[in-house]
Nanobody, 124 residues
Framework: QVQLVESGGGLVQAGGSLRLSCAASGRTFSSYGMGWFRQAPGKEREFVSAISWSGGNTYYLDSVKGRFTISRDNAKNVVYLQMNSLKPEDTAVYYC?????????????????WGQGTQVTVSS
């Protein structure tokens, strides 16, 4: 069983920054593909970013490229999402997810475990 706990959400003005963290349980964290998804009210949960087990491969939604950076610290069992130049359209609940088995970074259904989510609100 893998437990994921997100933190770091909050209210920020447009143009501001936030760093989300996701702490994971489990001794084999370094073998998981990790991802961040978000869900705005009335919308589907969408892929935001993902990182391979080694951190060597990263993936981004086009609209966040150049503004968001995903990273991981396998020694601490933590994955981060640094979000800069935030826009009101980034407002959503952000979820951390772990792909333990077969993993496809952009596909929601290929993730096995999910956190409870953290709210990010960007005011204009």
């Amino acid at each position: 069983q893998v437990q994921l706990v997100e933190s770091g959400g909050g209210l920020v003005q447009a143009g501001g920054s936030l760093r989300l963290s996701c702490a994971a349980s489990g001794r084999t964290f370094s073998s998981y593909g990790m991802g961040w998804f978000r869900q705005a009210p009335g919308k589907e949960r969408e892929f935001v970013s993902a990182i391979s087990w080694s951190g060597g491969n990263t993936y981004y939604l086009d609209s966040v490229k150049g503004r968001f950076t995903i990273s991981r610290d396998n020694a601490k069992n933590v994955v981060y999402l640094q979000m800069n130049s935030l826009k009101p359209e980034d407002t959503a609940v952000y979820y951390c997810a772990a792909g333990v088995n077969t993993w496809s970074p952009r596909v929601r259904q290929m993730y096995d475990y999910w956190g409870q989510g953290t709210q990010v609100t960007v005011s204009s």
